[in-house]
C-alpha cells in the first residue's frame, strides 16, 4: 500500500495551492480518502473527507476556502485550497479510510506566510 501526497510548499496568505495524493496498493475506489493536518505543537486535525460515493465533509475553519476532488480513475485524491492563511501551515497528511482499515501518507508541508 502507498499514498504519495505532493504539492505542498510556502505561498503567501490570500494564496492557493493545489495538493495530490497518488493511492497504490488497495481498491482505491472503495475507501473515503481523508486529509488531515498537523500543526506544531497542535493535534492531528481532520480537514476534508470525499467518501466513495463522492460527499464531501470539512472542518468548520476551511468551509468555503478549501475543496477535495477524487478521480477514481488515477486513483488520486485532490484538495484544493484557497484563501490560505497563515493557521493553515502545517504537514498535511492524506489517509484512505473504510471500516476498521486505515492507510497514512508522508504528509506534505503546506506553509503560509503573511
Known amino acids: 500500500v502507498q499514498l504519495q501526497a505532493s504539492g505542498g510548499g510556502l505561498v503567501q496568505a490570500g494564496g492557493s495551492l493545489r495538493l495530490s495524493c497518488a493511492a497504490a496498493?488497495?481498491?482505491?475506489?472503495?475507501?473515503?480518502m481523508s486529509w488531515y493536518r498537523q500543526a506544531p505543537g497542535k493535534q492531528r486535525e481532520l480537514v476534508a473527507t470525499?467518501?466513495?460515493?463522492?460527499?464531501?465533509t470539512y472542518v468548520d475553519s476551511v468551509k468555503g476556502r478549501f475543496g477535495i476532488s477524487r478521480d477514481n480513475a488515477k486513483n488520486t485524491v485532490y484538495p484544493q485550497m484557497s484563501s490560505l492563511k497563515p493557521e493553515d501551515t502545517a504537514v498535511y497528511y492524506c489517509?484512505?479510510?473504510?471500516?476498521?482499515?486505515?492507510?497514512w501518507g508522508q504528509g506534505t508541508q503546506v506553509t503560509v506566510s503573511s
Open positions: 496498493g488497495f481498491t482505491f475506489r472503495s475507501f473515503a
Open positions: 489517509a484512505a479510510l473504510q471500516g476498521f482499515r486505515d492507510y
Open positions: 470525499i467518501t466513495s460515493g463522492g460527499i464531501t
